[in-house]
Antibody
Framework: QVRLVQSGAEVKKPGASVKVSCKASGYTFSTYNMHWVRQAPGQGLEWMAIFNPMGILTTYAPNFQGRIIVANDTSTNTVYMELSRLTSEDTAMYYC???????????WGQGSLVIVSS | QSVLTQPASVSGSPGQSITISCSGTSSDVGGYDYVSWYQQHPGKAPKLLIYEVTNRPSGISYRFSGSRSGNTASLTISGLQADDEADYYCSSYTTTSHWVFGGGTKVTVL
């Protein structure tokens, strides 16, 4: 079965960077794009990026352009999302989510909580 | 402020039908068939209910249905049940090759 397993919670200081991983299994990794979506406490969903494991497409949301990098390791079927210059407003649950080849998500990771605090 | 506009809350009694709207523009909801809906219970990851405006994934109850008129998409939940109490989000592909979400709607079962 399809599984997306994310890395654990992180606590970071303002100005630091965080790298969240998402290990995929149960399907052919290269044939589905991956989204990153975050959700601040008590808030709605916010799209961050879409990434193609074959390197064909990477698009970042304007709100994150310049401080987000999404990359992968095809040998381990893992996608990474790195967000830099963190502020308290980046405190959120971060999800990786598989695109079903139609700009919707059929599988979600369990989420990785990132807390930014001095 | 979200690009797609949803009502903050909708409520209904068990067995009733409710409809959640998702208002966008011709650059997103009205321009592409890539509109989807998600249900999220507290502390859980979202769950796909509807994709490509009207399609239900395998395993999703027929009580959930999607539609669109112009630049507004809608999710209808029929035969409302206690477990339907959750947050609901719409999303859409956009002209700029981005993906956007609505602000979310809290559904309360009275």
């Amino acid at each position: 079965q399809v599984r997306l397993v994310q890395s654990g919670a992180e606590v970071k200081k303002p100005g630091a960077s965080v790298k969240v991983s998402c290990k995929a299994s149960g399907y052919t990794f290269s044939t589905y794009n991956m989204h990153w979506v975050r959700q601040a406490p008590g808030q709605g969903l916010e799209w961050m990026a879409i990434f193609n494991p074959m390197g064909i497409l990477t698009t970042y949301a304007p709100n994150f352009q310049g401080r987000i990098i999404v990359a992968n390791d095809t040998s381990t079927n893992t996608v990474y999302m790195e967000l830099s210059r963190l502020t308290s407003e980046d405190t959120a649950m971060y999800y990786c989510a598989r695109d079903n080849n139609g700009w919707s998500v059929d599988y979600w990771g369990q989420g990785s909580l990132v807390i930014v605090s001095s | 402020q979200s690009v797609l506009t949803q009502p903050a809350s909708v409520s209904g009694s068990p067995g009733q039908s409710i409809t959640i709207s998702c208002s966008g523009t011709s650059s997103d909801v009205g321009g592409y068939d890539y509109v989807s809906w998600y249900q999220q219970h507290p502390g859980k990851a979202p769950k796909l209910l509807i994709y490509e405006v009207t399609n239900r994934p395998s395993g999703i109850s027929y009580r959930f249905s999607g539609s669109r008129s112009g630049n507004t998409a809608s999710l209808t939940i029929s035969g409302l049940q206690a477990d339907d109490e959750a947050d609901y989000y719409c999303s859409s592909y956009t002209t700029t090759s981005h993906w956007v979400f609505g602000g979310g709607t809290k559904v309360t079962v009275l």
